[in-house]
């Protein structure tokens, strides 16, 4: 079973309400799936309270935490020097939630760790071929 990354983090809702609400999510890498990040929303933030689990392109949130990125229902930008916006699209609507830069780009370092850029889809081709061999038999 592959290892994963599981790492707390503060965001802030960006809403029309004066003040942001702050939020703690957790950050999730899965070595079995080594091309995807994904940000778990507790209950207490979804429209119908259940847990909400977004996945997007490890790639993106890299270059996101440099320049605007991303097209779609996953969208990240930097904003200023030490923040992170990411921006969420769904049938219900748009959320914006922003980060402190510092912790995601922590959080990359340790994916990259668990399985280093370009080693992705080398991890997926030999888990396939396994597979196939397992079923000849």
């Known amino acids: 079973m592959p290892p994963i990354i599981e790492q707390s983090a503060k965001a802030r809702l960006i809403t029309d309400a004066p003040h942001h609400k702050a939020v703690s999510v957790t950050l999730r890498y899965d070595g079995a799936d ?30 996101g935490l440099r320049l605007p990125s991303g097209h779609g229902d996953v969208q990240v930008w930097p904003c200023g020097r030490a923040q992170t916006i990411l921006e969420f699209h769904s049938r219900e609507g748009v959320a914006m939630v922003q980060f402190d830069s510092t912790p995601l780009h922590r959080f990359l370092e340790s994916s990259y760790s668990m399985v280093p850029a370009g080693e992705e889809r080398h991890d997926i081709e030999v ?4 597979g196939k061999l397992l079923h000849r038999t």
């Open 34 to 63: 080594p091309l995807a990040m994904r940000i778990v929303f507790p209950p207490e933030v979804s429209l119908d309270h259940d847990e909400v689990i977004w996945a997007f392109a490890r790639d993106l949130l890299e270059s």
């Open 127 to 130: 888990e396939n071929e396994l």
